[in-house]
């Protein structure tokens, strides 16, 4: 099968599993994904629309999660309504805000994003491409 996207998937640790999944439960479900493979009993959960796009999982070694300095997770939105309703459902579960959803033009003239970090300090963002 021929997939236009160069990514597969991307998987991020925890350091709090059953409180990162009920996070990106709500949060996800925002942009319309969910959860698609259930690996709780080995601690991780993928996330997607069709196929499993996004980790969240406990260390495979076992050690502390850690955050990746320069390291962000941008999710696809298909409005500014999508990015507004991730940001305040990201915010009222305890991410901290890291750039509020609005324009982005240095980006290009059609994103709008917001930008925050999750329970564990992982920058994650929302953005759309508007018409």
């Known amino acids: 099968m021929e997939n236009p996207s160069i990514m597969s998937h991307i998987s991020i640790g925890t ?10 439960d709500k949060v996800l479900a925002t942009i319309g994904a ?5 690996l709780s009993q080995y601690g991780a959960i993928a996330y997607g629309k069709q196929f499993p796009e996004f980790w969240v999982q406990k260390p495979h ?3 502390e999660a850690k955050v990746g300095n320069g390291t962000h997770f941008a999710f696809f939105a298909s409005s500014k309504e999508q990015v507004h309703a991730f ?24 994103y709008y994003g917001c930008f925050l970090r999750d329970l564990d300090g992982h920058k994650i963002e929302a953005m759309a491409w508007l018409e």
């Open 87 to 110: 940001y305040k459902a990201a915010v009222e579960l305890g991410a901290t805000d890291d750039g509020a959803p609005g324009p982005r033009p240095h980006y290009g003239e059609q």
């Open 15 to 24: 350091n709090n599993f059953e409180k990162a999944i009920a996070f990106y």
């Open 61 to 63: 070694d076992g050690k």
């Open 34 to 38: 969910k959860r698609v493979h259930d």
